[in-house]
């Protein structure tokens, strides 16, 4: 069971304490939907819109217990109505979810002011946390604090599947690391739960637009629990070329610390 969090559910408000312990599955959009500034919490009712939350993974005690709190009874006059919608993960709608709980606000929209964006968190002026699948030298803690990543809110062993590392991507390393699609392939890595903003500063040391662009990739866990997150690729598939030592110490230093058994490229 999956919950779609837009407003006062979300990190950093005051319901999240509900969602706290539960899996988070990425960011996501909702289409058909318009949000509301209703006074202190939004509210989303059926339009032409689109409205962002964060996906959580939920079961029916909680889902219970939140429709106490978003006095959903099964009744006309409910606050709220909880029902079913698709989630998008990435703007080219190649990652979904179906039958995504959203509670929709069930009362008469009069002279409320409209949240254009449908992103509750960046009206609010809150951060907005996201998941970010880090491979390559991004999965050393030295090189992370080097490009100024401060906070990690979480951190899980991850990998990307059908995927596999090339070396291609001119550096001061010499070539950096790549990803390209390859079936039956696995690279290792971690999600880090991170703020919105510190992920856009590592932009920078990560030449997005230029060398690499940020996309959202699934990925699992351990367990197989999928995952949507944002990675840097390059659509430059060419001139694979052999890293150096330096580079490739740098990898399994950041890998050796939970990945047991890895080799040097993130495969296993």
Known sequence: MYLLAYGSLRYGFELHHFLKSCRFVGIAFAEGYKMYDIGNYPGVIKGDGIIWGEVYE?????IRLLDEVEDFKGRPDDLYVRETTTVFFDQKR??????VYLYRYNQIIDDKHEIEDGDYSRWAGMPSIVNYFAYAENTNEEVLK?????TI????EAYAEDYEIIFNIKCKYGYCANMKEHKGG???GYIYVIYEDELNALDKAEEHLIKYVREVIKVKDKNGKEYYAQAYVSDYKENEQKPSEEY???IKKGLSRKW???TSTGLQ
């Open 58 to 62: 939920v079961d029916e005690n909680l």
């Open 94 to 99: 190649k990652y979904r979810l179906n039958n």
């Open 146 to 150: 080097e490009r100024k990543v401060k």
């Open 153 to 156: 809110l979480k951190e899980i």
């Open 186 to 188: 696995k690279v290792l």
């Open 248 to 250: 490739l110490n740098i």
């Open 260 to 262: 047991k058994n890895s």
